[in-house]
């Protein structure tokens, strides 16, 4: 079984470089999203087999209705979804989601469920963090997570702390934007510590 993120093909859609200059963009600010809490990650599905057993409780989010929304052109809206529509012709796609990480947002350290999980994100950044351990366990991960609380708002430090947990097996990646990557049975997680928006789309595909 395959422990580390890998990468794939290369994306070059319209729709994809549109995507990236509107989130790059002086007019987008993404501290402005939410005027309460801060530091989130959003995550909308935006496609889903109608037949899709393994996500009957994941709901399809219209875009458009979304707390986002008030951020973004209907253009955009549009791109995003011609974005998905190329998607679904190059692969077979399960389901797809828009992740969305605010400045300082992060998730708890996990695996996936599926082994074909796969991601390409929109923007770069030197400060996109990407974690990955190729030998894990479940006190590894519980164990990452709560120090990445302690030290969200160290994040150099965690970082130091984290490869030195385990030099052999611990990575810290910067994705690139338009690559399609494939998360494989690591345990991961991701840290915004830039100042714009992180844009991710994350999908699965039917393998059979």
């Not at 809490?37 to 979304?66: G, Q, S």
């Not at 253009?75 to 998905?84: D, Q």
């Not at 097996?169 to 990557?181: A, E, H, P, Q």
Request: some cysteine; proline content about 2%.
């Amino acid at each position: 079984m395959k422990r580390e993120i890998e990468e794939s093909i290369e994306i070059t859609h319209p729709s994809l470089y549109k995507i990236k200059d509107f989130f790059n963009s002086d007019n987008f600010r993404p501290q402005n999203i939410n005027d309460g809490e801060k530091n989130i990650v959003y995550n909308y599905c935006i496609f889903k087999k109608n037949d899709l057993n393994r996500y009957k409780n994941e709901n399809y989010c219209d875009l458009a209705k979304t707390v986002i929304a008030n951020h973004l052109t209907n253009e955009i809206i549009n791109e995003i979804y011609n974005f998905v529509n190329y998607l679904k012709s190059i692969y077979d796609l399960d389901i797809i989601w828009l992740m969305l990480y605010e400045p300082k947002s992060h998730l708890d350290f996990h695996i996936d469920a599926q082994n074909n999980r796969h991601i390409i994100s929109a923007l770069d950044d030197d400060r996109f963090f990407n974690y990955e351990c190729s030998n894990p366990s479940t006190e590894d991960m519980s164990l990452y997570s709560e120090k990445l609380k302690l030290l969200s708002n160290d994040i150099d430090m965690f970082n130091d702390y984290f490869i030195k947990q385990n030099t052999k097996y611990n990575k810290i990646k910067i994705l690139k934007s338009n690559k399609v990557y494939t998360f494989n049975q690591s345990i991961h997680n991701f840290y915004n510590d830039s100042k714009k928006i992180r844009v991710n789309f994350v999908f699965e595909i039917n393998e059979g």
